[in-house]
């Protein structure tokens, strides 16, 4: 279960479909983002893609000499530009594929449209959602609930891109979903609802264990995306902000112009793909290593060039020299600038107090120690806010709670009123009323044991002691004994067996952390395969 794969397999059987010829892909705002962040421009190029254009575009030129490649969403605005295009086609001939199921009134009023007989083929290929890694998907939607009801544009859109992962990946799953939530009990309702009424496309080979989509809440475990995180992706995101693998360094102070937004993919950079979950310390040390081997490997100054042999040899190592010298020279600026960020806001010290939020039972301790950095200067607004909701989330019932002594801090401090008003509103979204886990005290044996044991052992990590509560719900769910009461099972049958291929879709968004929670997951249990996906990637400013 690859979703990169997927979406690449399906990017190259739409360029192979259209035959050889100079050819032109025309996409839509978020087809773009969708093929972006699974291929490079140059991939593409060396399949004789050499045009991309926006169907909604007003100003395109008549290129008769090219194919036409469209991938669309099935929008009715997208299905308007079409009819509009082949009014009056600009291109030769057309391959027309869309993101997700298009109905068949739809494709026969493009039939009508299509009077000089340019079309030469429309299909749909499922790659509606952004593959983030290949076991991490995101549909990059935000603000999915009003209250704590579905948003009814946003219910629809997260439906299609959930079954177009499904149809994608080639399963048709038995759903289970959290009880306490009723958005995850409307969105596996209308998935259930997709599969029925589209059975034929659902048709897929049985497996002796069904596959398993279990939809999960955000405001069950809203301390996870409150954390800093050490690891190099989940950094970057956090601090930087990675928008279908880009990131805008237009602000670092000295940035190079070709440096002001660099592309971080791990499909396409080597360095970046071995050091996606490693932690900060490896990853300065990695850094030292490839400068070393970028020293060793530049071509030096006072080479001589005396034969042609010497210059051929030159040439042939340029491309891979510069390639090279790109990616040295990319890393070194974006760990270079969140090494200023570390030490420019205390994040070492504020991480600290945030893992013994989330993970130790100290009131008296915790509360001194948020306290004492709220009166440091030199800590950001957000990281100052960011503890607040922490303490609120973690201490809310507790008999010594001061958190209205916290948030006359925070108003010392000189954080702004909107930032202020946004403890309270964390609670609301993810306080002990509303969620329907045992988030923060475990109250049966075994995990109280458990909670015991880490005490006693004392971390190796005081920055990443923290395990999200999808680690736990995972682990439940694998041995088979994830409670129906909490997580019940749409519709009458259940699994007897464990599950072996299970898609997880969180409502709200997931983190970084957690796809590295599912990695690790994949790595160390065989035989299990899990894919993450949510609404957006969060980091703190999300």
Avoid at 185 to 201: A, D, F, H, W
Avoid at 225 to 238: F, S
Avoid at 272 to 278: F, I, S, T, V, W
Avoid at 475 to 491: E, F, T, W
Wanted: with cysteine.
């Amino acid at each position: 279960m690859n979703v990169t794969l997927a979406v690449k397999q399906y990017v190259s059987k739409m360029i192979e479909s259209s035959g050889p010829g100079m050819k032109v892909l025309l996409m839509d705002k978020e087809t773009t983002s969708i093929v972006s962040v699974v291929y490079t421009q140059s991939e593409i190029l060396q399949k004789e893609v050499y045009l991309f254009e926006r169907i909604d575009s007003q100003n395109r030129d008549n290129m008769k000499h090219l194919k036409a490649i469209c991938f669309l969403r099935p929008t009715k605005e997208n299905v308007e530009h079409l009819i509009q295009e082949l009014h009056r086609p600009k291109y030769s001939i057309y391959f027309i594929f869309f993101s997700n199921v298009i109905s068949k009134s739809e494709v026969k009023t493009l039939a009508e449209a299509d009077e000089q007989e340019v079309v030469a083929e429309v299909q749909e290929f499922y790659g509606d959602f952004i593959a983030v890694n290949p076991h991490l998907f995101s549909l990059n939607l935000v603000g999915c609930a009003r209250g704590r009801s579905w948003e009814p544009s946003l219910l629809s859109r997260t439906t299609q891109g959930l079954t177009s992962v499904l149809l994608a990946l080639k399963k048709c799953p038995m759903i289970r979903y959290q009880l306490s939530s009723d958005m995850a009990k409307r969105l596996g309702e209308s998935v259930k609802q997709i599969i029925t009424k589209e059975y034929e496309l659902f048709d897929f080979r049985k497996t002796e264990v069904p596959p398993l989509l279990l939809i999960l809440d955000r405001s069950d475990d809203a301390i996870t995306p409150l954390l800093n995180q050490w690891t190099y992706q989940a950094m970057v995101h956090e601090l930087l902000g990675l928008n279908n693998n880009r990131i805008d360094l237009s602000r670092v102070p000295g940035i190079s112009k070709e440096l002001s937004e660099v592309v971080l993919s791990a499909e396409s950079d080597e360095f970046y793909a071995n050091n996606l979950y490693l932690n900060f310390g490896e990853i300065g040390t990695n850094i030292k290593n490839l400068m070393e081997d970028f020293q060793k490997k530049k071509p030096k100054g006072q080479q001589k060039l005396e034969s042609i042999a010497d210059m051929k040899a030159f040439v042939d190592n340029y491309p891979q020299f510069k390639k090279m010298s790109g990616t040295v020279s990319k890393h070194v600026t974006v760990v270079g600038e969140l090494s200023r960020l570390v030490s420019e806001r205390h994040l070492m010290e504020v991480s600290e107090v945030e893992q013994e939020l989330a993970c130790q039972n100290d009131h008296s301790s915790a509360h001194q120690n948020v306290r004492r950095l709220l009166q440091n200067s030199r800590v950001s607004e957000v990281d100052a806010v960011r503890l607040v909701m922490l303490y609120a989330l973690r201490y809310e019932r507790h008999s010594s709670n001061n958190l209205p002594g916290l948030m006359e801090d925070l108003n010392r401090k000189g954080v702004s009123e909107r930032h202020r008003r946004m403890v309270q509103s964390m609670v609301e979204y993810g306080g002990k009323r509303v969620r329907g886990s045992d988030l923060i005290t475990p109250t049966d044996a075994v995990a109280i044991t458990k909670q015991f044991f880490k005490g006693l052992k004392g971390v190796e990590n005081v920055y990443t002691q923290h395990q999200p509560l999808l680690q736990e719900t995972l682990d439940q769910l694998i041995k088979g004994r994830l409670k129906d009461s909490q997580y019940p099972y749409l519709g009458a049958s259940s699994l007897r067996d464990r599950p072996q291929d299970i898609i997880v879709f969180v409502i709200g968004g997931a983190t970084y952390e957690e796809a590295l929670t599912v990695y690790n997951l994949n790595r160390t249990t065989p035989g299990v395969r899990i894919v993450l996906g949510g609404t957006t990637v969060h980091n703190t400013k999300r």
